[in-house]
Antibody
Framework: QVQLVESGGGVVQAGRSLRLSCAAS????????MHWVRQAPGKGLEWVAV????????YYADSVRGRFTISRDNSKNTLYLQMNTLRPEDTATYYC??????????????WGQGTLVAVSS | QSALTQFPSASGSPGQSVTISCSGT?????????VSWYQQHPGKAPKLMIY???KRPSGVPDRFSGSKSGNTASLTVSGLQAEDEADYYC??????????FGGGTKLTVL
């Protein structure tokens, strides 16, 4: 079955960097755009970034543009999120999700279980 | 861009129907067919319930239905069951290579 497993979360000081990974299985990863979505503790969902199937197109939310970089390695069926210059407001559970519309911005299904990033000031 | 607007809470008794609304603008909800709804139980990942305004993925009960009128989308849960108690989020393409989510509605089954 389709499975997404995030890793790489943890506690980090403000201003430092962290890289998240999302291992995909059960589907043809190389033809699927992928998203990162985050959720601050007790808050709602916030879209972070999307990457095209070949990695050639990447789009970001205003809140992370210039600090975060989404990338993928189709040979390893893995999605990444490089997070630099982290801020306390980046504290959240980060989910990777498979875009299932055939476009970039249709709907996400399924989602991984999430990985928690906590940024201390 | 601002998040889509949802009422923070909704409730209903078992067997009743409840409708959750999601208000946007003509630049997002009203302008595109890409409106989706997600269910999230505490401590769990979001689960797709409705896509393209009113389509149900396989495995989602037909008690869940979606619609849209103008700039407002709605999710209706009919025949409420205890396991429907969860947070529900709407989502829409926001234009300009952006995805918007609503603030979420906590559905309580009384």
């Amino acid at each position: 079955q389709v499975q997404l497993v995030e890793s790489g979360g943890g506690v980090v000081q403000a201003g430092r960097s962290l890289r998240l990974s999302c291992a995909a299985s059960g589907f043809t990863f190389s033809i699927s755009p992928m998203h990162w979505v985050r959720q601050a503790p007790g808050k709602g969902l916030e879209w972070v970034a999307v990457i095209s199937d070949d990695g050639g197109s990447k789009y970001y939310a205003d809140s992370v543009r210039g600090r975060f970089t989404i990338s993928r390695d189709n040979s390893k069926n893995t999605l990444y999120l490089q997070m630099n210059t982290l801020r306390p407001e980046d504290t959240a559970t980060y989910y990777c999700a498979k875009e299932s519309s055939g476009w970039y911005y249709g709907w996400s299904d399924p989602w991984g279980q999430g990985t928690l990033v906590a940024v201390s000031s | 861009q601002s998040a889509l607007t949802q009422f923070p809470s909704a409730s209903g008794s078992p067997g009743q129907s409840v409708t959750i609304s999601c208000s946007g603008t003509s630049s997002d909800v009203g302008g595109y067919k890409y409106v989706s709804w997600y269910q999230q139980h505490p401590g769990k990942a979001p689960k797709l319930m409705i896509y393209e305004v009113n389509k149900r993925p396989s495995g989602v009960p037909d008690r869940f239905s979606g619609s849209k009128s103008g700039n407002t989308a709605s999710l209706t849960v009919s025949g409420l069951q205890a396991e429907d108690e969860a947070d529900y989020y709407c989502s829409s393409y926001g234009g300009f290579n952006n995805v918007l989510f609503g603030g979420g509605t906590k559905l309580t089954v009384l």
